[in-house]
């Protein structure tokens, strides 16, 4: 039994790192705390849900207090301990559905404190609704919105600090839940099956569709960062496009994680159905052309990206504003260079929108 949960820890520490903890939004001392307990044989979803209940609860009593912006902070914590608590399951058994809850609660508390600048979004799309979150700046109209997304796991809130990053710079973001991810999988059951550049494309309606949000972006990361540069390809009123540690052909990869999580997005264990999914979502530079500014981001230490994953979303560039950013020590989506990428993307992306298109 010791073993066991010894190896279970390992592959919870390895998935989720201290860096990536910390990209996401933990607490430091949630994160140490994470993985000394789970270390000493704790599991791992009953020590991030814990974690999540006590900064909670600091949250409500900091809000009763009239302490607006510690009950922000600490509910914004405790969103990062659930996101990590239910990212220990890769199916949606009744626990994961049970810890996405709690998720979803906290982060309609954190909208009802955040004087309308974070709203819950739901669109009509296939079966279903997909699921999202709009965070405004504080200027009025924005100077652009860039839907942001990751890709097997790690979705919604887990970009809430690139989102108040991108705020900072007078931009407002779109926190998508696309096909096969979060509420939009487990709650609305419309999974990677579909056309994934239309479902994507209805969060570019939503955001054109309100002349205080400005011009669209698109900031996929992981796999991603696929999905981004194919519906920028299709979808003329993207306005800049951000590929962070994608592939542009992805197949399943020798890691248990990798192939559950996949199995989950399409609602499958079938590897082959899996990997001929996987061919049709993947991007083709001859038919796949990116007319809008382009930027790929990639860690030299990635262990699931190489370089040949990452060219062929160079080679589908037609816009002479494409540019290629590595960090040589850089994990999987630069979760070691949390810091310097955001600001690095959020200047990039405050730099294209908010000006004409030939500006």
Known sequence: MTQTLSSATLAFQRAMPMTRL????????DAQALFHRTSAGEEWD??????????LKRAAQAADAGCHVTATQAQAAALADLLFAQMAFNHDNPRKRALYGQLVAATRQLCEWSEGRMARVELPFAQGQLVGWLVRPQVVPARGTVLVFGGQSGWGMAYLPIARALARRGLATLLAEGPGQGETRISQGILVDVDMEAAYSRFIDFITSDTTLGAPGIWGNSVGGLWAARTAAADARIRACCVNGGLAAPVLLPFRTFVEQAGAMLGTDDEAAIGENFKR???????????CPLLVLHGGA???????DFQPFLDAADSADTTLRVWEDGEHTLYNHACERTAFVADWFAQRLGVEPNG
Do not use: N, W
């Open 302 to 308: 990635d262990p699931l990206v190489k370089p040949q």
């Open 46 to 55: 009953l020590v991030a849900e814990a974690l999540a209940q006590s900064q």
């Open 281 to 291: 979502m993947s991007l083709h530079p001859e038919r796949h052309r990116i007319a």
């Open 22 to 29: 910390l990209d996401c939004g933990m607490d430091f001392a």
